[in-house]
């Protein structure tokens, strides 16, 4: 989702994908720091590194540190070292160009949408009032220049507070809360919400992914409730493309003979299961909303085509699952020189945006085999090792299901299919839950800030 810090429990609490639910705690967390909620960032931050203890998930949250240099706040998992001022000084990265007048005024008033750089305009207002021997923070607050800066900020907050983290002298303006002052932050609403993101993201991360209550439901009602929700949730989209929509998303159902069919011209005999649960529910589909955009149509049975990539020259490693660093970082640890590539797709939507496609036993029990013995070597750390099966059973259900799937469906674009996104019937379950959110094309531009505003400032 390309909203990442509204807060929503169903994101956080559902979403089978363990690296964005990564990304969404850790854009909250960068972004309750800078609205001086130092403490519940803190919280959140050392949940977050107890479970992602790789060295990449340490380097994502490095800037934070800055924060809690201010206030004291250190999560328990950021070992000492890490907090020591020559390991800060370190960290800390020296502004590029002059910090002058000249350069400030350059950056307040930019001719170009890019040379913003609200961060560092912000810091060279501050070095600018220690030059004029101001130190008290109260007094730094008032300042002209300070003030047109966080002006600046708080006119698109959402785009920019993931980049005020790095720069380390404006923290103690930060910590006292004056962003949050600026936006009109109603202070006992952010606590409430802050508390309620911290426990939800505690029963994520210590108790696994949480199932909807859609799932498990046969296919045919899981499309009937998603195309419910397109029709209640995806008018306006439609509006924003001009376009009307079908009469019926849903086809005719396949017979057992089309499925037979198609199954002897594509040489492939049994087709997934779930796959062809939804082939006898609806003989393909068109598009439908996916809580985002409106996703590609998908082939009845006679359009449904398999793909030889046996002889493609450039091979591309099958990822069946997800994780922080990477299943390449898993390879590498493990010291493999090779890892197994898909042989064949069968492609059940057209290719001209995004690609679904179902990979075949043969494919999938080989990558499976690669996993476990991948898990099993003594080369790989357990930290890899922990993060990988947490991201295996978030996707899958448990390693045991993910031991026994002989059928796996990958999502790409570009004609490059390679994004794991679990079974057919697990994919199908996750757009379902996804499309109970009404259409929002400024969605992008929500943030927790703009959620806990006051009325008076909502209205303003």
Not at 358 to 377: E, N, W
Not at 434 to 445: A, F, L, Q, V
């Amino acid at each position: 989702m390309s909203n990442k810090t509204k807060f929503d429990k169903d994101d956080i609490l559902c979403d089978p994908s363990l690296p964005v639910v990564y990304e969404k705690i850790r854009e909250m967390a960068k972004e309750l720091a800078v609205l001086g909620k130092i403490d519940i960032a803190s919280r959140i931050t050392d949940l977050l590194l107890s479970q992602n203890r790789t060295e990449h998930g340490f380097s994502l949250m490095q800037f934070l540190n800055f924060a809690f240099e201010q206030t004291g706040d250190w999560p328990s998992a950021i070992p000492q070292s890490a907090r020591s001022k020559d390991a800060l000084d370190e960290l800390e990265i020296p502004p590029s160009g002059s910090m002058d007048e000249k350069r400030y005024d350059v950056l307040i008033n930019p001719t170009e949408p890019f040379q913003r750089d609200p961060g560092l305009c912000l810091t060279i207002a501050v070095v600018l009032c220690e030059k004029r021997g101001k130190t008290d923070l109260e007094e730094i607050k008032q300042d002209e220049r300070v003030v047109r800066a966080l002006e600046q900020i708080t006119e698109r907050f959402h785009a920019y507070f993931g980049a005020l983290i790095q720069h380390r002298k404006i923290w103690p303006l930060l910590a006292s809360g004056v962003v949050a002052q600026q936006l009109g932050v109603d202070d006992a609403k952010l606590c409430a919400t802050a508390e309620d993101l911290a426990e939800t993201i505690r029963i994520r991360l210590e108790e696994g992914r949480q199932k909807a209550d859609h799932e498990g439901k046969p296919i045919k009602e899981l499309l009937e409730i998603l195309v419910e929700n397109t029709r209640k949730h995806a008018g306006p989209l439609y509006e924003e493309l001009h376009e009307d929509p079908p009469e019926s998303y849903l086809h005719k159902p396949a017979t057992e003979k089309d499925i037979k069919d198609m199954e002897k011209r594509l040489k492939i005999s049994p087709l997934p299961d779930d796959y062809k649960e939804f082939l006898l529910a609806s003989n393909g589909i068109e598009s439908v909303y996916d809580g985002i955009l409106l996703i590609p149509s998908l082939f009845d049975t006679q359009n449904v085509v398999l793909d030889d990539i046996s002889s493609t020259v450039e091979k591309v490693d099958l990822e069946l699952v997800e994780d922080s660093t990477g299943t390449s970082q898993l390879i590498r640890e493990a010291g493999r020189e090779a890892w197994p590539p898909a042989t064949k797709h069968i492609g059940i939507a057209p290719t001209d945006a995004m690609v679904y496609v179902l990979i075949g036993p043969y494919d999938v029990k080989a990558t499976i085999k690669a996993y476990k013995k991948a898990l099993a070597s003594d080369k790989v750390t357990d930290v890899m090792k922990a993060e990988t099966t947490r991201a295996i059973e978030d996707r899958y259900g448990s390693m045991e299901a993910f031991e026994k799937m002989e059928w796996a469906m990958i999502y790409g674009s570009d004609y490059v299919a390679d994004c794991p996104i679990g079974t057919f019937r697990s994919w199908l379950e996750d757009i379902v839950r996804t499309s109970g959110k009404p259409y929002d094309s400024n969605s992008g531009n929500s943030c927790l800030a703009y959620e806990c505003r006051a009325e008076h400032a909502r209205r303003g």
